[in-house]
Nanobody
Framework: QVQLVESGGGLVQPGGSLRLSCVASRSIFSFNFIGWYRQGPGKEREEVAGIRSGGVMNYADSAKGRFTISRDTAKNTVYLQMNSLKPDDTAVYYC????????????WGQGTQVTVSS
């Protein structure tokens, strides 16, 4: 069973920065997708940023120019650097991974709370 463990959330003032980490229990090369989703209060869960097969990185429009996704394959870790944070970024952030082996398997971390407030 794959485990994804997030860390790095917290309380930050508007304009501040945070870096989230997601450690996977197996090589991140084994996934067709690994990335970050978030779910804000009263909102649906949405994809924020992800790394797809071949290393292609994608961002939600709300994240472009402010967030950067990166990976350390030796540590089986994916990061989300978040800069210029806004109150609208307040959400629980989840690490997500998907792999295909005849059928799709989806894995979720437990989530880490990010609160942007003065």
């Amino acid at each position: 069973q794959v485990q994804l463990v997030e860390s790095g959330g917290g309380l930050v003032q508007p304009g501040g920065s945070l870096r989230l980490s997601c450690v996977a229990s197996r090589s991140i090369f084994s996934f067709n997708f690994i990335g970050w989703y978030r779910q804000g209060p009263g909102k649906e869960r949405e994809e924020v940023a992800g790394i797809r097969s071949g290393g292609v990185m994608n961002y939600a429009d709300s994240a472009k120019g402010r967030f950067t996704i990166s990976r350390d394959t030796a540590k089986n870790t994916v990061y989300l650097q978040m800069n210029s944070l806004k109150p609208d970024d307040t959400a629980v952030y989840y690490c997500n991974a998907k792999s295909f082996g005849g059928s799709w398997s989806t894995y979720w971390g437990q989530g880490t709370q990010v609160t942007v407030s003065s």
